[in-house]
């Protein structure tokens, strides 16, 4: 414990005596200054014991200590220490009276205890707090050492949280909760998710202190990590400040969980290493060398149906986004997950279908969907810099390739659509018009149909709509004079024009399809 009033006044060797504010002595001392200003605050920085002789004070005026007593508190002095039998004999009563009505404790220092003993007391028993403040620290740091090396996270933060007679919370990069101790905290460590996530936004190391005397507790938020974007976060709660010993075992703890984390990205490009050569041999078609190698390291991933997820950005800080939320979401439901980046703008994942990692995914992109779709810009979407990613159908090891295929197909179709994600599975389902709309498309459709729009736009006929007409009606003349509302012979007529001009043959499937495909490109694009 610090210095207090309390115990200077029980210190036999300096003879104090209390003659105000009583109530007041267990405040701590910081510091002690002897100054006979008549108006010393601007000197101090509150804590202090103030040692007076009043040789430039009147003592004995009322008005004028009432000012210097008000000054005195509001600095935050919280003591005064007045020697007798030297500019006074005893203290004056109108101080006395002063002291008491603000709640300034007042001592009396007699004439054989000069201040220099105050100050060595003071100093003596600030050195001694701290010493035992530093052993207590080293017994902690070696505590939670012994217990990182036995128990791991989950006993550091159990004997952390003993030390600091608190709690305390392990979260991931995601902002998730892994481990807190003791168990009833929680619910308290889960609504600071929000405070963890925006910690993560700033430079790493990076700290905050949330909470305070209205709430349950103080919280202090530290970033854990050496890297660019933090791996993980720790929060203490405590009911009060921290102490000396306790800020050493907080920053012991920062120490060890950090060691523990940068240690378990060694590991994770290790594991890195071995799912990219299990995803060669997955697409190799050797499932069974791919299992192999594997071994248990991905559990059951290779035996269930599994999705293939190909994503790419030249922004590397997207694709890391990406991977720690698919990473995140398998942790945390005890999944699975194969993450493998393929040079710094794309990134392969296998995840367990219908699981966490994949539902995970989607969420992440429906929600940079709704931010480039709330872009003041609105031109996001097609910023080569944006993240686009496709997911393959279901499948097994023997038809990773064919996934594999699937997922950079639909990838393609998110990139051209300006998606965040495509499913393989959506474009199976859907109509093959929307892949129409392609540049490349557009320009062969008008190519092939300019020559009949040049001829119609001279007046001599409506080619291009009876051309419309005739081939949505799959070549019946009848039915398709009757949609333009002609003769059935001035159809006919029209559509020698078209295979005049184009010179092609309308009895040809492969032109019929074409010209139809043309129709429907241009039809998209206005």
Request: aromatic fraction near 4%; charge should be negative.
């Amino acid at each position: 414990m610090p210095p207090t009033l309390a115990s200077l006044v029980h210190h036999s060797a300096l003879k104090l005596t209390v003659r105000a504010g009583e109530d007041h002595l267990d405040v701590p001392v910081r510091w002690v200054h002897a100054s006979e200003l008549a108006d010393p605050v601007p000197y101090m920085e509150g804590g202090e014991l103030l040692l007076i002789t009043a040789l430039k004070l009147d003592a004995e005026d009322a008005k004028a200590m009432r000012r210097y007593v008000k000054r005195l508190v509001g600095a935050g002095v919280v003591g005064l220490g007045f020697a007798v039998g030297v500019n006074y004999e005893e203290i004056p009563e109108a101080l006395v009276a002063t002291a008491q009505e603000e709640g300034l404790p007042l001592l009396e220092v007699p004439r054989r205890t000069p201040f220099i003993a105050i100050s060595k007391a003071v100093s003596a028993a600030i050195a001694a707090d701290q010493y035992r403040s530093v052993t207590a620290g080293f017994a902690a740091q070696r505590e939670l050492t012994r217990q990182a090396l036995t128990d791991g996270p989950e006993g550091l933060l159990t004997a952390l949280a003993a030390q600091v007679d608190g709690w305390a919370a392990l979260y991931d990069a995601s902002g998730a909760v892994v481990a807190t101790a003791p168990e009833w905290a929680g619910r308290r460590a889960a609504r600071l998710t929000a405070d963890v996530e925006r910690l993560r936004d700033r430079p790493a190391p990076a700290s905050s202190v949330v909470g305070g005397p209205d709430n349950e507790d103080r919280v202090e938020l530290h970033t854990l990590g050496t890297g660019r974007r933090p791996r993980a976060a720790l929060a203490v709660g405590t009911a009060a400040a921290l102490g000396t010993a306790e800020r050493y075992a907080v920053h012991s703890a920062i120490a060890l969980l950090t060691l523990t984390t940068e240690r378990s990205r060694s590991l994770q490009a290790a594991q890195e290493r071995i799912g990219a050569a299990v995803l060669r041999m997955l697409l190799a078609g050797q499932p069974d060398h791919a299992r192999a190698v594997a071994g248990d390291l991905f559990g059951g991933l290779l035996d269930a149906p599994f999705r293939i997820v190909v994503g790419e950005s030249a922004d590397g800080a997207a694709l890391d986004a990406l991977a720690e939320v698919v990473e995140s979401a398998a942790a945390r439901s005890g999944e699975a997950v194969l993450v493998v980046p393929e040079g710094p703008q794309r990134l392969v994942v296998l995840a367990v279908d219908d699981g966490a990692a994949v539902e995970a995914c989607g969420e992440h992109a429906a929600t940079l969907e709704a931010e480039r779709a709330s872009s003041a810009t609105g031109e996001r979407a097609g910023d080569e810099d944006d993240l686009v990613v496709g997911l393959s159908a279901p499948a097994g090891p023997i038809a990773a390739a064919a996934a594999y295929k699937q997922a950079e197909q639909a990838l393609s179709v998110a990139r051209r659509r300006g998606r965040v994600l495509v499913e393989h599975e959506q474009l199976a389902a859907g109509s093959v018009l929307p892949l129409l709309a392609d540049d490349a498309v557009r320009a062969f459709a008008d190519g092939l149909l300019r020559p009949l729009s040049e001829h119609d736009a001279t007046g001599r006929g409506d080619l291009v709509a009876s051309l419309r007409a005739w081939l949505s009606r799959h070549g019946q003349w009848d039915a398709a004079a009757a949609d333009l509302g002609v003769h059935r012979h001035t159809l006919r007529y029209r559509m020698r024009r078209v295979e005049e001009i184009l010179g092609r043959s309308l009895d040809d499937p492969d032109v019929r399809m074409e010209l139809w495909l043309a129709l429907k490109a241009t039809a998209a694009a206005e």
